[in-house]
């Protein structure tokens, strides 16, 4: 039952830097406010901002036998994704296999598990997201898959989905819509900075949106 | 039932800063180790030190409308306080609302809930104390309230309450209190500066405070 | 029931520093992957990497009378561990304990607990490892014990076991057993640094650790 | 600033039972949907649905000695409601506790921390609300403060407040609205009868409450 | 974007009913170990052990709309599914949604968020896994989905697939699967059947698995 | 590293089924209110009131493997104490092994982490303190050890304390102080007889503790 599986699409590079230049808010908002992964994973550093292509893992408990397996399958411009099989926090992953993944063109790690080395993956500008910091070691024993889709932080991941991740967190783009979201996440943008001018000078969003009568039919009482 | 209260009364500026510049963990001592806020909100960045006539808001899980509402009602100097009305770490406030409520005076948000946006707000120079970052869009469906006592961190807060917060989370102090509280902190900062000289010249907490016989009375062995 | 136990048995300072600079991962592997403390002991300032002999403390919950105690029986080198006999999130220890901690050449605290006065804990340089920050206060009214095992961070602790203590988090070393774990630590590194240079250069980790016959023999397919 | 407030206004015994026969999610409802305490205050035993007069009790963490003070406060048709001052979970209530409080007729706790003694607390059929079952002991040695406003489970509780409680978690129902609360309760349950007649025999929701235009109006698709 | 999916492929009937008595742990093992849903979500009432078909929900924080949307498409023997957009612990659903749903041949509830009414559901014999026990109402504001993939206690379900829910929990079998997972299960439990006669009568697993040797070649020492 | 320890001591079997009789809270109060386990532990079904001899087990996250070989190590009146090597809560544990276990006379089964065919466990009248029910299974990989000492639930077990559990939890007793605190636990249950008494009759523990004096002295005021 244990497959890695080698081949599959991905999006265009362009299309890749674009969604890591809107930020995870602004991509999550462009595809209809879905694909947001849970809260509980955050960034070992601060201001890494990065968009790839989701290698995903699935990995037993403290077992981190699959990710040796992964980096090979790893192209430049890929982000590993690893979700384990029950609730672990132990450190799958350090500075060692950070430098294997860096050497073949990895942007990053998003696990919905333990990290460790946090002071030299910070010093080589390795970003992860992760759910807990442990320096806690694992084993090599049992096998898992990978490139298969995984749940990772509440969201399913499938292989070749374009992974957008900064200090908000990291919100997944299935890879055939990732264009399109490109286009609306573009859009966003320019609306957004129009809206930002009005409320620096001073105006209320109350106005802008024009929300008074809505409010008003809601029932809200000023007293 | 939803309504927003327009007027409340607030604490003298200089007593607002007065308590900005002591800080929370003496504030919360001066006043009788009350008022302190879950541990479970913090700084989404280091260093701000601030406090500001509290402006409450009660809103809806998910849904941030009342916040529009509440930006209204901000005076220079104020901080937005913020608790949904069920546990929800959803993203209620980014740059935008940032830039609306800087634009009107606001010193921060303290929020038992999650925010977005992260880097910006950062550099914005705008501080939050949120109870999680996500980037989980809301949505403007459902009124709340505004300026009526809401829970936050599990503590009363009553529109114009003081809210004091810095890198060791929130205290909140009463209206009413503001100046007695201020009065008792100055005093505190006074002999704890005295006693860290002391203390930092090798004297023991045990003999400046003469805790010994006491200690003996309680019953402790030394063996 | 409650003592202070005066004498015990510390490391060599030579092999603490040594401890110290191999780092919480490399020695918790070193020892067996054993002794690491939980992950939710974090620190409360990045890049402090420390070793020391425990002065252990067992303080009931809201109460730091202990704390001062103990630090009477901090020797040059040692590091403060409290462990609070139910969990407790209050902020047991802020700046003036850590002025009198430094005066004694206490190197940091680990706490399964709460701190407070961070800004201050921050800029004397005094490093904390804690499960929360909290300005909530503790009294002085219930006696504890000093140098008594106790357990933190789920890990059974001793007065003089060595506590190394990085970004990655706390491990905890035998007393008897640091000078071994040392040497283990030392060869583990030297180990390291040779698979850095290969992994580096674009070796996977397949290949260096000969892992593809024992893959193919528990029945991993490539698809 | 410790007190005991001996005299406090209850609301009417009818009222209370009525309360009580409505239940927490009717009475929730009722009221406007406020009052619920946090979902993690769980009955030790199934079936109690009970109401009474709010005695509160502000106690330090791992300190029980205030229920003592309280207990004596309380009179028939009265519930104890407990908030520590910092998050504990350790057991301040067991079966000799309950032997008094029951000789008081005391109908109740409701506690946001531990209690023991679950086997003989559920024989005696004494009702308690309780974040956690902890056998851990607690300490008496510092004053905390009786029927004083408290948050429990996220609400502020005054003395005398009507606490209704039973399977679904716990409500509170302020003293001068209880009667209010009651006769909306009334009404909702005979709504509620009706409704329920018509979904047992079929009828759908959507239909019931004219829900398809508003619907189709915010744009459902049915594909 | 909000879509209500009205035809989707269901199992067979005498296959879920199969599952349903082969039970969780078993169907989850003969599918391979996959499946299973958080262990967070728990049986409100103990002894419930059914099968049926997905009727999937996605539905904002805190609005419980969508539940009276999905009941519509009910068929006799399916099973509701609702994931919140955000997570949420708020009552979605109580003894009046139950009724209409038993009404439609409905067998149960998985929910990763919170119900209430729990002694009418428990009288009704109507079974719930859910997150939480919670009285706090929801609104009825903002379309959610019907029918669409969600993520629910981190495993992906779609419309059609098979839930087998008891006192362990709640997995998931893919529709398509079902029948052959079915088969599987058979076969483990006839095979478990053999080994519980020789494991009561003494018979050690050590033996009957033959793991003596692979203990000896991994290197366990008896002492 | 890895090791079975086949001899350790064990208490008189007359003095565990004494501890068994005081049950948790007694004897955690009579050993001078230490080793209880964290309330996260919880019984699988209600009414069981065990005591036996730990035999304990250290096992790698998601693997059971350990559990046979324990098995072999328990003589009757022993019970099964399991802590992983970092937190997990996959189903170690289930009817088959509870077969395996009863057959050799084992009491029971305290796990810090899950356990799964609760139905069957409950039928069986085996009793579990776990902190987790998971389907979710394990794999047997990777070596743990039995009868060393292990941490779980945050207290130190060694092979052959006494584990006391009951709806209470689980609270360990060193062997060597076994018949010590029995004698204490004794005494503890006669003065809280008579004491039960005096509190039915409706003395308050006030004047039964005579802490009136107390109170008063630190302070208490009755407004």
């Given at each position: 039952m244990n497959v890695v599986i080698r081949d599959f699409p991905r999006a265009q590079a362009d299309v890749i830097e674009g969604l890591a230049q809107a930020g995870v808010a602004t991509v999550h908002e462009a595809q209809g406010r879905i694909g947001c992964l849970a809260s509980?994973?955050?960034?070992?550093?601060?201001g890494a901002q990065v968009a790839g292509s989701a290698v995903t893992i699935s990995a037993p408990p403290g077992d981190n036998w699959m990710l040796h397996v992964a980096i090979e399958q790893v192209q430049p411009g890929d982000i590993l994704v690893l979700a384990p099989t029950s609730p672990c926090d132990a450190g799958y992953f350090g500075d060692l296999l950070a430098t294997s993944a860096m050497a073949r063109g990895c942007r990053g790690l998003v696990i919905d598990a333990g990290v460790r080395d946090i002071r030299d993956l910070t010093a080589m500008g390795f970003p992860v997201w992760s759910r807990a910091v442990s320096a806690q070691g694992t084993v090599k024993e049992t096998l898992g898959s990978v490139n298969v889709p995984i749940i990772c932080g509440g969201q399913a991941i499938h292989a070749g989905d374009v992974i957008v991740a900064d200090d908000d967190g990291v919100v997944v783009v299935r890879q055939a819509e990732a264009a399109t979201v490109l286009e609306a996440a573009k859009l966003r943008l320019d609306v957004e900075e129009a809206k930002r001018a009005r409320l620096a000078a001073g105006e209320l969003g109350l106005d802008i949106y024009d929300m008074r009568p809505r409010l008003a039919a809601k029932g809200l009482r000023y007293v």
């Open positions: 509980s994973l955050r960034p070992i550093w601060s």
